[in-house]
Nanobody
Framework: QVHLVESGGGSVQAGGSLRLSCAASGYTYNKYSMGWFRQGPGKEREGVAGFHSDGSSTYADSVKGRFTISKDNDKNTVYLQMNSLKPEDTAMYYC?????????????????WGQGTQVAVSS
């Protein structure tokens, strides 16, 4: 059974940084694409960053140049480094795994989801 556990959320001031982690278990890690999504208060879920099984990555325009997604295959963990945080980045952040090679930021193409970690950015 696929199991994803996020950590690293917290409260920071605008301009600060956080690194989110997603520990994965229960499947052949390298065969899955991984993604980070978020849902802010009163907002729909949106894709933030994706790391595809072919090694490519993609980002939402709102986070390009500020966020970086990476994987540590030895630790079965995917990270989201978030720099220059803004109040509008405040959200619950979710890690997800997809059987698709290049699901991008389409949440419907992700098969498994973690429980989320909260990020709050104050001005």
């Amino acid at each position: 059974q696929v199991h994803l556990v996020e950590s690293g959320g917290g409260s920071v001031q605008a301009g600060g940084s956080l690194r989110l982690s997603c520990a994965a278990s229960g499947y052949t890690y390298n065969k899955y694409s991984m993604g980070w999504f978020r849902q802010g208060p009163g907002k729909e879920r949106e894709g933030v960053a994706g790391f595809h099984s072919d090694g490519s990555s993609t980002y939402a325009d709102s986070v390009k140049g500020r966020f970086t997604i990476s994987k540590d295959n030895d630790k079965n963990t995917v990270y989201l480094q978030m720099n220059s945080l803004k109040p509008e980045d405040t959200a619950m952040y979710y890690c997800a795994a997809s059987l698709w090679i290049g699901p991008g930021l389409n949440g419907r193409q992700y098969n498994y989801w973690g429980q989320g970690t909260q990020v709050a950015v104050s001005s």
